[in-house]
């Protein structure tokens, strides 16, 4: 991708998360891009939701998924308003982008109010070591949904 169409991606990254503030959503926009062609697009909207997943990001993600009629986002660029938190760098690595265009860092981000540092440095410690409580309980047919699936011949492999 060349510099110019990055720049032209990422200022309509930008211009969606200026619209979520517009329209009382969090500060955040992104664009997903293939083959040099938007098919993606999201605002944050955990507030106007009532949805905490409901970021930018993701809602981006969902988008484009519909646009393609596909939950596999290879070939593609997502271009945010902001580094991405946790929750959504882990739903670009599931949707298989290849690639992640910025504008503003995480450090801005906690300047205006979202800082989630916590939720990053919590990620890397043991469950027992983090401030929420995270147990692990058996119960009866807890690996039934697993063993049904492994049975399954015609299962669309994610």
């Not at 070939?75 to 938190?85: A, V």
């Not at 410690?125 to 049904?148: G, T, W």
Request: a negative charge.
């Amino acid at each position: 991708m060349n510099k110019n169409a990055d720049t032209e991606f990422l200022r309509e990254a930008v211009k969606l998360a200026i619209h979520s503030v517009e329209v009382g959503g969090g500060p955040f926009g992104a664009a997903i891009v293939k083959d040099n062609k938007i098919i993606g697009r999201g605002h944050n909207q955990v507030t106007l939701n009532n949805d905490p997943t409901a970021h930018a990001e993701v809602n981006a993600i969902r988008n484009a998924c519909n646009t393609l009629n596909d939950f596999n986002l290879n070939g593609c660029t997502i271009y945010t308003s902001c580094e991405p938190c946790p929750m959504c760098i882990a739903a670009i690595y599931w949707a298989r982008i290849d690639r992640v265009v910025y504008a503003s860092t995480g450090e801005d981000a906690a300047t205006a109010g979202f800082d989630d540092t916590l939720i990053a440095s919590e990620i890397c410690k043991p469950y027992n070591q983090r401030v929420m409580s995270i147990e692990h309980q058996v119960c009866a047919d807890h690996l039934k949904s697993f063993e049904m699936w492994l049975k399954t011949e015609n299962k669309t492999e994610y």
